[in-house]
């Protein structure tokens, strides 16, 4: 266990070594180890490849990645929309040039 903390001195190990940033991730599952079996037995069969996933996964929850993906569908939706009313637009005043040419002859 000493091994994951790294702490200045081998012989004991003192907050200011858990403190240190290369330290933080895993001086919780030192203290898992130490005081609570489940949790320590947890973080040893995890599956690294997921854990790496969620390390690099930009939204903070599952909820969080949820919303921004459903509102990037909605919005695409709403544009294709606004695209097929404007292609409309577009025919309708098409055609009422037409019916003013046909008009003017």
Known sequence: MIDMIKPKNE????VED???????PVSGA???ALFNLNKYLQFEQRDPFQE????EDEYESDWDRFACMDYNRLAMEEEA???DAME?????VDDEDEDAEDFNL
């Open 88 to 92: 409309i637009d577009w025919v309708t």
């Open 52 to 55: 790496r996933q969620k390390r």
């Open 81 to 83: 929309r606004e695209e």
């Open 30 to 32: 030192l203290f898992d």
């Open 18 to 24: 858990f403190l240190q940033e290369e330290c933080a």
């Open 11 to 14: 012989e004991f190990i003192i």
